[in-house]
């Protein structure tokens, strides 16, 4: 099991930017890829971003694309999320996960990932 901690989150304005923290403790973090979702009031669990073992390849939703980049590092055992030109649609409580299992399941889905951190809050204002 991976515990999960992420920070960063906060009250900002539209246009600002954030930069959202993952730290991992209990599994050797460099074997596995790593994924933020997010979940706004009211909506699904919605994906946003992941990244392999590497930080080689990375992958975005739609809606983020341009906007926000995944990064890892693994000397640190920390994934993080920047997101520029935040918009108040942004608004939501941002997951990261954690997928140690090898298996074909595509990072965009939330049943890829059996780890789970407890959120941190975003909030746009207009």
């Known amino acids: 099991q991976v515990q999960l901690a992420e920070s960063g989150g906060g009250l900002v304005q539209a246009g600002d930017s954030l930069r959202l923290s993952c730290a991992a403790s209990?599994?050797?973090?460099?074997?596995?890829?790593m994924g933020w979702f997010r979940q706004g009031p009211g909506n699904e669990r919605e994906y946003v971003a992941a990244?392999?073992?590497?930080?080689?390849?990375?992958y975005y939703a739609d809606s983020v694309k341009g906007r926000c980049t995944i990064t890892r590092d693994n000397a640190k055992n920390t994934v993080y999320l920047q997101i520029n030109s935040l918009k108040p649609e942004d608004t939501a409580v941002y997951y990261c996960?954690?997928?140690?299992?090898?298996?074909?399941?595509?990072?965009?889905?939330?049943?890829?990932?059996?780890?789970w951190g407890q959120g941190t809050q975003v909030t746009v204002s207009s």
């Open positions: 209990g599994r050797t973090f460099s074997r596995f890829a």
């Open positions: 996960a954690a997928k140690t299992i090898y298996d074909s399941s595509p990072l965009s889905r939330p049943n890829a990932y059996d780890s």
């Open positions: 990244i392999n073992w590497s930080g080689g390849d990375t």
